[in-house]
């Protein structure tokens, strides 16, 4: 261990992905850009540097694809849709026209005019009064340094020379602020942590970091000032803390066990009395919920196989899908939640309008109310799939907020259906929203089943930006108030005997699942990377009693 004035120093930052790590520091090279060229042109200099910028669009527009594939693989489709965003914004021809009029008004280089533009984005975002359109600034600053790296033949690297960063296995990136990109371009296999000055618990890159299940932290203001490559770094993502050359006792009482391997981990069988079902995206995920005995799948999000497709799909399509994924699960139980799109979830082809907040916008059954071409297709193909033998299906619907607006879906849904034979249609909601949750009661009078969401309750609840690193200290699951709300929603439920669940990544964190069981919930749907955790810490929990 280093002697020095910082030896074992304790930073307090923001917890983004749990797990802990102990490892050397590799700082990342954010200054790659510094020294760019820029030049003036005219004349047929102007069109030399617009036919720069058109292959630059498509070789970074290639980029960002191969990325999305690699993401969608290796963690889902979830996660790779943030990349699905960037290439809109790349391949938008405005942005692009921008970029042209630049060129040709100031008569400036490529990478001058990329510069400029990008900049000018970034810092018209960051002015904006909604919170959640300001954390979406750092997506043009992604795009420019992606369109920049093409034009200048570079790539994100490490800043470090030395052998742990240039080829070794127990690295801690260290950056101001760690993008979506940057978190696979830096080959998360070689990585165990992630250290950073900015970033909020639901920033795109924070999401990639627990999808890897590789530890986080950020919020450590100029914490590169106190670091250099190879510095040892004692990284705590559950409690948010970094310490500086940690001594062995600091790191021993952290670090208790050897890091979590990455892969899927073992099967383990059901456990009785506690039901862990699977949350899929795409119709061909099927076979990771299988492989982990899940006991059916809690929260099938279909919108995504939409935005994966960049289309609408046709009924016989949606009907092909959703067949696929019940006849896989072979009986045990398949929960269709129906499209749950917004101006934070959409692309070009759905014609949905961008909003200042899409939180609290046109989303979930609000769109599907406004947008009846939209929902009638798939009402439309999962009645069929209820109609075949054994067909009991499970309908729900996103973000509902009280009774009246679920009789209004359901109605919408029923009208698209009656001219075709169809069976036993079981309809359920999601609580999300507060309002809904002061009505379980009369809600779980007239619905089939009910999930919690989790990720969406917390900030409703609280009135709290994910994003937003001044405010996301908030974004606590561990507040009296919202367990008082998961307790009378589960009371509701037991006593109307309706089927209640919950999803999101509380679910699947095993520290929470003796309290769920604790509150009379008997079942949870999670990633199928956590099935084994939350069926053992269950275990543990009836083992105990």
């Not at 690295?171 to 760690?178: G, M, N």
């Not at 949750?437 to 009369?442: D, E, G, T």
Request: glycine share 6%.
């Amino acid at each position: 261990m280093a002697e020095n004035d910082k030896t074992g120093k304790t930073l307090k930052g923001l917890a983004l992905s749990k797990g802990t790590a102990f490892g050397r520091v590799c700082m990342l090279n954010e200054n790659r850009h510094s020294n760019l060229p820029m030049y003036k042109v005219e004349g047929e200099g102007v069109e030399r540097e617009k036919i720069r910028i058109d292959k630059a669009v498509e070789i970074a527009a290639e980029r960002i694809e191969k990325i999305r594939q690699e993401v969608q693989e290796r963690i889902g489709p979830a996660e790779a849709e943030i990349f699905v965003a960037h290439r809109m914004i790349v391949e938008d021809p405005a942005l692009k026209k921008e970029i042209y009029d630049y060129i040709e008004d100031e008569g400036v280089n490529a990478e001058a005019a990329v510069r400029y533009v990008l900049d000018s984005y970034e810092q018209k975002v960051l002015a904006l009064d909604d919170e959640y359109m300001r954390t979406r600034a750092t997506d043009f600053g992604e795009i420019k340094r992606r369109l920049l790296d093409v034009m200048g033949n570079m790539q994100p690297s490490l800043q470090c020379d030395a052998r742990h960063c240039q080829k070794g296995k127990n690295r801690i990136i260290v950056a101001e602020e760690l993008t979506p990109s940057l978190t696979i371009d830096i080959n998360p296999d070689e990585t165990i942590a992630f250290v950073t000055e900015h970033g909020g618990i639901n920033s795109h890159a924070a999401i990639l970091a627990r999808a890897m299940r590789i530890p986080a932290v950020s919020g450590l203001a100029n914490i590169r000032q106190y670091l250099g490559c190879g510095t040892e770094l004692l990284v705590d993502g559950d409690t948010g803390n970094v310490v500086i050359w940690p001594s062995e006792e600091q790191i021993s009482s952290v670090v208790k066990d050897a890091p979590e391997t990455k892969s899927f981990p073992a099967p383990v069988d059901p456990v009785e009395g506690f039901k862990v079902m699977a949350n899929i995206s795409l119709a061909s995920n099927i076979d990771e919920s299988l492989k982990m005995k899940a006991e059916g799948i809690g929260l099938y999000r279909t919108e995504f196989e939409i935005i994966a497709a960049e289309r609408y799909f046709t009924e016989d399509e949606l009907y092909e899908r959703y067949t696929k994924v019940g006849s896989a699960m072979a009986g045990k139980g398949v929960i269709y939640r129906l499209f749950d799109l917004g101006s934070d979830k959409t692309m070009p082809f759905m014609e949905i309008p961008l909003e200042e907040n899409p939180a609290l916008g046109w989303r979930g059954t609000r769109l599907l109310l406004g947008k009846e071409d939209v929902l009638v297709p798939q009402a439309r193909a999962l009645a069929r799939i209820s109609a075949t033998e054994g067909g009991r299906i499970h309908v729900m619907y996103p973000m509902i907020v009280d009774v009246a607006q679920f009789h209004r879906v359901k109605e919408m849904f029923m009208n698209a259906i009656q001219d075709i034979p169809y069976g036993e249609i079981l309809h359920g909601i999601m609580f999300e929203v507060p309002s809904a949750c002061l009505q379980a009661r009369k809600l779980f009078e007239t619905v089939d089943f009910a999930s919690i969401g989790t990720n969406d309750l917390i900030q409703y609840l609280f009135a709290v930006d994910r994003d937003n690193d001044y405010v996301s200290y908030d974004y606590d699951p561990d507040r009296d108030v919202f367990w008082d709300i998961i307790g009378q929603i589960s009371a509701a439920a037991n006593q109307a005997g309706k089927p209640l669940s919950i999803c999101g990544e509380l679910a699947g964190d095993p520290n929470y699942t003796a309290k769920f069981i604790e509150l009379g919930v008997s079942r949870v749907s999670v990633s199928p990377r956590r099935i084994s955790e939350v069926r053992l810490a269950a275990s543990d929990y009836f083992n105990s009693k």
